[in-house]
């Protein structure tokens, strides 16, 4: 199992040992780190069979008082963020032999009973790629 945090120190799981457990540093908004767990991932488990896709940036408040700076960083781990990870193991799973693999997409009700963005660009992206994806 692989498991990934902006500071993976904080990750602690019972059962796992060094032979089927690796924390790994994964910030959603930078590219290097992504394909840093990843490929980590592969070459200490020779695969990626499960992603799941938890990343978030919780904001609040009337949207009219909202910074543009904190909703820009919202959208870059919420929705870019996810995207990039989604594409990346899109990429890994269709690559190993036999190729495959689950992607979950994880949310927040907020983005369900209130602020919408990002929840309602996520879902369609998530949509769009099983659709897609869906003859491989």
């Not at 767990?37 to 949207?63: E, I, T």
């Not at 979950?104 to 660009?121: D, E, F, K, P």
Request: hydrophobic share 40%.
């Amino acid at each position: 199992m692989n498991a990934t945090a902006r500071n993976p120190s904080t990750l602690s799981f019972r059962n796992t040992t060094p032979e089927n457990y690796l924390a790994l540093k994964l910030d959603v908004t930078s590219a290097s780190d992504i394909d840093s767990a990843f490929s980590s991932a592969v070459g200490k488990f020779k695969r990626v069979d499960v992603v799941v896709n938890n990343a978030g940036y919780g904001l609040s408040g009337p949207f009219e008082e909202l910074e543009d700076k904190h909703v820009r960083i919202q959208m870059e781990v919420n929705f870019f963020g996810l995207m990039a990870v989604t594409k990346k193991a899109m990429e890994v799973m269709r690559e190993q032999k036999p190729s495959g693999g689950l992607i979950q997409q994880v949310t927040s009700i907020a983005g369900q009973i209130g602020y919408a963005g990002h929840w309602i660009a996520m879902t369609n992206k998530t949509k769009a790629d099983r659709e897609k994806c869906s003859r491989f």
